[in-house]
């Protein structure tokens, strides 16, 4: 995601329209929902847009919601085009619905990417290994994967009493984990072995047999393990800002963080998640304060975290960890 938040922001074609939406199952709904946002759009187009730009613009507006149209949704997307430039990115959670002229709907995309993230959850159990994928309460389970066919294979051929089969299936299982997308947590550890190597991409593990369990049980079991990871990420990053605030490599206050940035000096942007997402009363069309400072965060390379409510208040409610 950080990838494609830096693609974003890295265009330099003006206007970019940044359009949430919220699509269901029903393609008729959509069609209507689509219909009004393509008028409101471009009602929102300032007067100095030359016609020409300003057809280019509505034109790629309309493929992009006419392959939307056609697909079946029940989750948010964030919208992004200009001229020149188009990106469609799917969001981890309902996100309120907006059109924004700017340069990202960022507060959405970041958030999304950071509070309720992606992940994959490996199961195993006796001689069966499965793989699945997540977000939120949405989940869907993989099942073609050259690697997770292997570590299966490794699993149904495995020989107790031979070390080297177990040797063999943690080395697979590590090459799988490895090769995924999205951090991982681990359901019925005993047949990975030690997963301390994999630090780099598992969030958690947990014992137990669920080899026959349904996805709506991995579902529950994972999201326990991804809301536990969270909340002591969350600590450890209020305990890190101590530690910066007594080293004097801490800003806040919105004009000095906003000053940092453009100096290339901000590594990581802290804002807490109750202020983010909060829209400017009718000013819904706006870039809020937050996807200034988060757009201008990734332009300058920075890192965006996100912590509990009442977290930063000794810090005006945001904060920068500083490079030098």
Sequence with gaps: MKNAMAELVSTKEA?????IVDLGIVKRDNEAKLKHLMGEASKLLPSE??????????????????????ETHNASVAIFVAKDFAKVVPLNYRATER????????????????????????????NHVRLFEAA??????????????????????HDHSNQGDEHKIHAATAELCK?????????????????????????????????????????????????????????KEVAELE???????????????????????????????SET???????????????????LTFQFNGEVVFLPANSLAKYEGMAAALRY
């Design 243 to 273: 530690k910066l605030g007594h080293e004097k490599r801490l800003g806040s206050g919105l004009d000095e963080i906003t000053q940092l940035i453009k100096a290339g000096r901000v590594e990581k942007l802290y804002l807490e998640e």
């Design 136 to 157: 939120a309460d949405q989940i869907v389970e993989i099942k073609e994967n050259e690697q997770l066919t292997h570590v299966g294979h490794l699993l149904k051929s």
């Design 277 to 295: 997402l909060a829209m400017q009363d009718g000013k819904e069309n706006q870039m809020t304060v937050n996807d200034q400072l988060i757009s």
């Design 99 to 126: 059109i924004v002229l700017g340069d990202i709907a960022a507060s959405e995309v970041a958030y999304s990417a950071a509070s309720c993230p992606r992940f994959h959850v490996l199961v195993s159990g006796g």
């Design 179 to 235: 090769s995924l997308n999205w951090p991982i947590v681990l359901i019925g550890t005993t047949h990975f072995g030690d997963t301390s190597a994999l630090s780099d991409y598992v969030m958690a593990s947990v014992e137990g047999n669920y080899e026959h369990a349904s996805t709506a049980e991995v579902l529950k079991v994972a999201k326990e393990q991804v809301e536990k990871y969270k909340v002591e990420k969350a600590a």
């Design 15 to 19: 206007p970019i329209l940044s359009i």
């Design 49 to 70: 847009v030359s016609s020409a730009d300003r057809d280019v613009l509505l034109k790629r507006l309309e493929l992009i919601f006419s392959g939307l149209e056609s």
